[in-house]
């Protein structure tokens, strides 16, 4: 059976312990970019006047990107005339609900003008983590904690200079049955999975 690697690193090798007879785990956890990207929610607001004033009140909302309110949150752009500048006569206010929308209101009384919500949109990715390295022989129990927060998780390790990996879990592959046995585990809430395996003989 052929088994892909993970590609952590640019050098797969770089996924084992320097050491041999030792092993230590990859996981990963939801996260989202450091570096975002502007966006602006625009509201084209047509003419109005003080008698019939124009509003509107909503929720935008990202499922999949986290979203931040700048500051100022609103901003408005004149769409009439230069000499009677429009934004003089529209206001507008913006609240963070949560990383996935915000609510906001605008509002004019005057001539037409566009009120934008500014925010900046973050899109997710997947940030991989090590824990430290552990010791590991033949025919030996070892326990792996998979964090409860881990999306994916593998370990890697090395046993008499053979590079190994497999992900922990109660259904190994047949391809990591041959190498390990799967014992117990136990849910920690809090804390993550705690599995038992025990090596075979290399």
């Not at 050491?19 to 509201?43: C, P, V």
């Not at 408005?76 to 996935?100: E, I």
């Not at 037409?112 to 390295?133: F, G, K």
């Not at 190994?172 to 190498?179: A, F, G, K, V």
Request: proline share 9%.
């Amino acid at each position: 059976m052929e088994i892909t690697l993970p590609q952590i690193d640019s050098n797969p090798a770089d996924n084992f312990p320097a050491g041999d007879n030792q092993w230590h785990l990859l996981y990963t956890t939801a996260g989202f970019e450091r570096t975002g990207t502007f966006k602006s929610i625009d509201e084209p607001m047509n003419d109005q006047d003080a008698d019939h004033p124009g509003e509107r009140n909503n929720i935008y909302r990202d499922p999949i990107n986290k979203i931040v309110l700048l500051n100022p949150p609103v901003t408005c752009v004149n769409g009439g005339p230069p000499q009677t500048n429009a934004c003089t006569f529209a206001t507008g206010s913006a609240r963070q609900n949560d990383d996935h929308s915000i609510s906001y209101s605008v509002r004019n009384w005057g001539g037409r003008c566009v009120l934008s919500i500014r925010v900046m949109v973050y899109a997710p990715i997947s940030e991989p983590h090590w824990t430290d390295t552990h010791p590991w022989s033949e025919g030996s129990p070892f326990i792996v904690i998979v964090p409860e927060e881990a999306t994916s998780a593998t370990v890697f390790g090395k046993i008499r200079g053979e590079n190994i990996y497999f992900t922990p879990c109660e259904d190994l592959s047949p391809h990591d049955r041959e190498r390990f046995e799967y014992v117990d585990k136990k849910v920690v809430p809090g804390l993550g999975t705690i599995f038992r395996f025990k090596t075979g003989h290399f």
